[in-house]
């Protein structure tokens, strides 16, 4: 998490420096007057320069006092999506403080580079003639919203490929049913069949098992070694009653007439044993282990990133005491609890305590639901940072076009025309944008996808999605623009011109 959280702070931070440069460098033919003017006034290029510096450098100390500001703000909120506890007091440390203030300047520094070399370097006469303002705009403002819709559709991407990764994880099958079953751990041996008795007498329960460990709740680990390799057995212990609840599967039975264990596919395949095998020799062992048969693999700990563990099984002897109890409800869930938890306390006198399986399963995808939630919100952040850039672009690069739009006007061209013209010529930077995206989310998305053994597949769908997000974007941020220019009269622009 702390990776995530400052892998995503930084490129946020990325997008803040670059849409500084963005602004800057395209208001850089109005910038260029006032040096111009500076210049003519006896001040040096490098007086310039150093003004300029100093003008990002005190913005950015400006954000930093805002973003602290914010940060004590949202504390509680970070305290719960991390389920940990923020000491902001820290930020008074010296170390930190002197931490803070170097970032800040270094940060100062690269968002006011750029534009104080192109502004400082600008000629009076240049400035005049209008050709430095035109020379910024062909070479910068174009790269800018292609960029700016690289990062875009890129963010995009990545968010829609990180949630569905996580949601298809969450909604894998885990090899066992955990609907309805609530479970809990089982009660002293000599009230346990009072017990079953008033549960089974209860409306709202269907069926009542008992059983020696539970997916999720944990089992008997058993650890030995089979030709010298070590194989860690999870054993599972139940009746025929929990068996059919959880709804395992026996994909062959020998049908014993001795005692033996049921291994699952995985133990099968980690001892390198053949379907028809029907015993095993651990090492150090005096005697082989009957094979009763194969059980299909489930998740023994919960969820597909837990990996899939070997397992012994076998049901549960009438002599032998269960660990655990698992009852399968019927109806409204949580009055089935109540009601099961009032039997429980008149027959124990003790606190009940009882879980759903479902909700056990969810908790335990608890840190990839909160990575999901932070990939959103930061996402969400930096998009709309990205986006603001682009949105000021998208105005900019308008109010440049006003002389080209005002000609075409006085050349019988229509406002329709003239509105298509200056949509699509925007759009086609999105096109642009989202075929150099695309290699790139493949690149990256495809190296995160691949540390998951049970992971989507790069649908055409995502690259999509993305682009069409970007794409709508882009024309209700510039058709606005557009249209104002589109119907403008352009005696207003020549007018303003001379």
């Known amino acids: 998490f702390v990776i995530v959280l400052m892998s995503v702070g930084l490129l946020i931070l990325i997008f803040a420096v670059i849409n500084y440069i963005n602004l800057t460098v395209a208001q850089a033919g109005f910038?260029?007057?006032?040096?111009?003017?500076?210049?003519?006034?006896?001040?040096?290029?490098?007086?310039?320069?150093?003004?300029?510096?100093?003008?990002?450098?005190?913005?950015?100390?400006?954000?930093?006092?805002?973003?602290?500001?914010?940060?004590?703000a949202v504390v509680p909120f970070v305290n719960d999506l991390l389920q940990t506890r923020v000491d902001m007091n820290v930020l008074g440390r010296a170390v930190w403080l002197l931490a803070l203030v170097s970032l800040t300047v270094v940060v100062g520094v690269l968002s006011g580079l750029l534009p104080a070399i192109i502004i400082s370097s600008s000629k009076p006469i240049e400035v005049v003639r209008g050709t430095f303002r035109a020379k910024t705009k062909m070479v910068f403002s174009k790269f800018f919203i292609v960029f700016q819709n690289v990062i875009t559709i890129t963010m995009i991407a990545a968010s829609i490929v990180m949630v569905s990764q996580i949601v298809h994880?969450?909604?894998?099958?885990?090899?066992?049913?955990?609907?309805?079953?609530?479970?809990?751990?089982?009660?002293?041996?000599?009230?346990?069949?009072?017990?079953?008795?008033?549960l089974k007498g209860l409306s709202c329960v269907d069926r009542v098992g008992k059983t020696q460990g539970l997916p999720l709740f944990g089992s008997n680990n058993w650890t030995s070694t089979y030709q010298g390799q070590n194989i860690s057995f999870q054993q599972f212990v139940m009746d025929k009653d929990c068996y059919d609840m959880l709804g395992l599967e026996i994909l062959r039975d020998n049908h014993l007439t001795t005692e033996g264990w049921f291994l699952n596919e995985q133990a099968m395949r980690e001892m390198n044993l053949s379907e028809d095998a029907t015993s095993f020799m651990l090492d150090r062992h005096e005697r082989p282990i009957a094979i009763a048969g194969i059980v299909r693999d489930f998740y023994c700990f919960g969820n597909v990133t837990t990996g899939m563990n070997p397992v012994m099984f076998r049901f549960l002897k009438d002599n032998e005491d269960p660990w655990m109890i698992l009852i399968e409800t019927q109806g409204d869930p949580f009055a089935a609890k109540e009601a099961i938890g009032k039997v429980y306390?008149?027959?124990?006198?003790?606190?009940?305590?009882?879980?759903?399986?479902?909700?056990?399963?969810?908790?335990?995808?608890?840190?990839?639901?909160?990575?999901?939630?932070?990939?959103?919100?930061?996402?969400?952040?930096?998009?709309l940072i990205s986006?603001?850039?682009?949105?000021?672009?998208?105005?900019?690069?308008?109010?440049?076009?006003?002389?080209?739009v005002s000609v075409r006007k006085v050349f019988g061209s229509s406002?329709?025309?003239?509105?298509?013209?200056?949509?699509?010529t925007f759009l086609n930077y999105v096109l642009i944008a989202f075929v150099i995206a695309v290699p790139i989310i493949i690149y990256f998305m495809r190296d995160w996808l691949s540390d998951y053994s049970y992971r989507i597949s790069l649908s055409p769908l995502i690259f999509i999605a993305a682009g069409l997000f970007c794409l709508v974007i882009s024309f209700v941020s510039v058709f606005f623009q557009s249209y104002r220019a589109a119907t403008s009269n352009p005696v207003d622009s020549f007018r303003q011109r001379f």
């Open 31 to 72: 910038r260029a007057k006032e040096m111009a003017t500076r210049r003519l006034l006896g001040s040096s290029r490098g007086e310039l320069f150093m003004r300029l510096m100093l003008e990002s450098t005190l913005l950015t100390f400006i954000s930093l006092i805002i973003g602290v500001l914010l940060a004590l």
């Open 169 to 198: 994880m969450i909604n894998a099958p885990v090899g066992y049913n955990t609907k309805n079953l609530l479970a809990m751990n089982s009660v002293d041996g000599r009230l346990l069949s009072a017990f079953v008795g008033e």
């Open 345 to 383: 306390e008149k027959v124990t006198g003790l606190e009940f305590e009882a879980f759903f399986m479902d909700e056990r399963l969810q908790k335990s995808f608890d840190s990839q639901i909160r990575l999901a939630k932070i990939v959103i919100i930061f996402s969400v952040i930096a998009i």
């Open 387 to 404: 986006l603001l850039g682009l949105l000021a672009m998208s105005t900019y690069f308008i109010q440049q076009r006003s002389q080209e």
């Open 415 to 424: 406002n329709r025309e003239i509105l298509v013209k200056l949509v699509f």
